[in-house]
């Protein structure tokens, strides 16, 4: 099958992934832990006031260093986020509800998730996973 063909022209919309789950850069770890355990999710964007990505808990970590003494619940997030890359000059990659799954199967080749945004990247829609592009494939039998 030709690559152009590989996705038979879907888009991440078609994927329909649940809406983004965020957490304001004021937020707690607990609340943050908590939160991320009652949805199940591995990562979780951080937003600013006027909500731009700054970057992202990996939950997992988070859990290892409040394990292990290191993170306590009341500790800022921020102390934890993974900043995003962002450096001038640098091409930003804009994923968005009609970008074409072949589009962010590449990004997911050097990234570990996609934030979704609207095109003028006011709002974060969702978050893309190469876990949920595989279930996606798999259910549609690509």
């Known amino acids: 099958m030709p690559v152009a063909d590989k ?4 888009v991440v919309e ?31 964007p951080v937003l600013s006031r006027e909500r731009r990505p700054l970057g992202y808990i990996d939950v997992a970590e988070l859990k290892k260093q409040w394990e292990a003494g290191k993170a306590s619940p009341d500790d800022p997030i921020l102390s934890y986020m993974i900043k995003f890359k962002r ?10 509800p009609t970008s ?3 589009e962010l199967e590449h990004f997911l080749n050097d990234n570990i998730f996609a934030l979704v ?3 003028s990247r006011k709002f974060v829609l ?3 996973t190469r876990h949920d592009l595989d279930n996606f494939v ?5």
């Open 7 to 10: 996705y038979r022209g879907a």
């Open 100 to 102: 074409p799954l072949l």
């Open 87 to 96: 450096a001038k000059g640098t091409d930003y990659t804009l994923i968005t």
């Open 117 to 119: 945004t609207d095109q």
């Open 14 to 44: 078609d994927m329909q992934l649940p809406p983004a789950f965020s957490l304001p850069d004021t937020e707690r770890i607990g609340k943050a832990i908590e939160l991320a355990y009652d949805r199940d999710f591995s990562h979780i």
């Open 126 to 128: 969702a978050v893309a």
């Open 138 to 142: 798999s259910r549609r039998g690509f």
